[in-house]
């Protein structure tokens, strides 16, 4: 899957026109081919920032960056021309291209069926070259822990960046927000600390289902 991913900040007088459009521009991209649908409804989601109460994170599948590219010349270009988003909101992040490398779902749960995912945690990391390998590696193990230890998180996700290299973004995607890591993770981290895959700790966010 392509995922594209961008950030706005949205002013609390605007909050429920930006909701609108948004669902405005959610039919649009339903009929565009290629939009994929990670809930069942056409919908990658909108997620609120608890970090940042007026950060709102937009997320749209694609099953290809040629799918992308023709929605952005034909009905999606058209519908931006003809319904701009409210004025008042700001692009905190401009949108970018991940690539999917690994998924993992519980019970073998198809990602798409996500309409029950409140939370999401997105975790950031800029991987040294010499541990990309290995990184990769410690994500899909660390993910079937996750599955064993944490009841609440149904599917996990590690993104590529499409064109910057080193560039990850590792997503769980949860039915609530869980409490206190499992005794097992913890344990697991401490033998796998970040510092063996990147010279930066990773950004770490978490995120709840507005729409």
């Given amino acids: 899957m392509h ?3 961008q950030i706005h900040a949205v002013p609390v ?3 429920s026109a930006y909701e609108a459009w948004w669902k405005q521009r959610l039919a649009v991209l339903q009929s565009c081919p290629g939009f994929f649908s990670i809930d069942g409804q056409g919908n990658a989601g909108l997620w609120n920032s608890l970090a940042y109460p007026l950060h709102f994170l937009v997320l749209d599948g694609w099953e290809s960056r040629a799918a992308v590219n023709a929605a952005a010349r034909g009905a999606f270009a ?3 021309r ?4 409210p004025a008042e909101v700001t692009v905190v ?3 970018e291209a991940w690539e999917t490398l690994n998924t993992v779902t519980r019970d073998g749960t198809s990602l798409r069926a996500g309409s029950s995912d409140t939370h999401l945690r997105q ?3 800029t991987v040294r070259p010499s541990a990309v390998a290995a990184f990769e590696s410690s994500r899909a193990e660390f993910f079937a822990l996750l599955q064993q230890h944490s009841p609440e998180v149904r599917a996990s996700v590690i993104y590529r960046s499409a064109g910057i290299a080193g560039r990850y973004r590792v997503v769980h995607r949860s039915t609530a927000a869980g409490g206190e890591v499992p005794a097992q993770l913890r344990a697991w981290m401490l033998t796998h600390p970040a510092s063996d895959y990147a010279d930066t700790p990773p950004a770490n966010e978490l995120f709840i289902r507005t729409l």
């Fill in 3 to 5: 995922l594209i991913r």
């Fill in 13 to 15: 007088a605007v909050l």
């Fill in 78 to 80: 058209d519908f931006v």
């Fill in 93 to 95: 992040l401009p949108a």
């Fill in 82 to 85: 003809r319904t701009p988003r």
């Fill in 123 to 125: 975790i950031e990391w």
